[in-house]
Nanobody, 122 residues
């Protein structure tokens, strides 16, 4: 099985910064893309940012220029640096990983973390 453990959420004032981490552990061959999604109360889950194993990133327009996603492949960990936070960023943030479990198969599986709350006070 594969586990994604998130950390770094919390309460921050508007204009402040937070860094989220997500570490993957368990039994697998490799990890393809990893990323973060978020879900605010009453809203659907939405993409925040993703990063491939090669380091290519993709960001939601709402976070471009404020958030930076990075990855340490040796540690199977991604980091989301969030700057200039505002109330619109308040949500539960979920880590996601597309994981290739077995060397003998290219099939990949989708895994989610348990979520970490980010609250931005104005």
């Amino acid at each position: 099985q594969v586990q994604l453990v998130e950390s770094g959420g919390g309460l921050v004032q508007a204009g402040g910064s937070l860094r989220l981490s997500c570490a993957a552990s368990g039994s697998f061959f490799s990890i393809n893309a990893m990323g973060w999604y978020r879900q605010a109360p009453g809203k659907q889950r939405e993409l925040v940012a993703t990063i491939t194993s090669g380091g290519s990133t993709n960001y939601a327009d709402s976070v471009k220029g404020r958030f930076t996603l990075s990855r340490d492949n040796a540690k199977n960990t991604v980091y989301l640096q969030m700057n200039s936070l505002n109330s619109e960023d308040t949500a539960v943030y979920y880590c996601n990983a597309d994981v290739r479990r077995y060397y003998v198969s290219t099939r990949s599986y989708d895994y989610w973390g348990q979520g970490t709350q980010v609250t931005v006070s104005s």
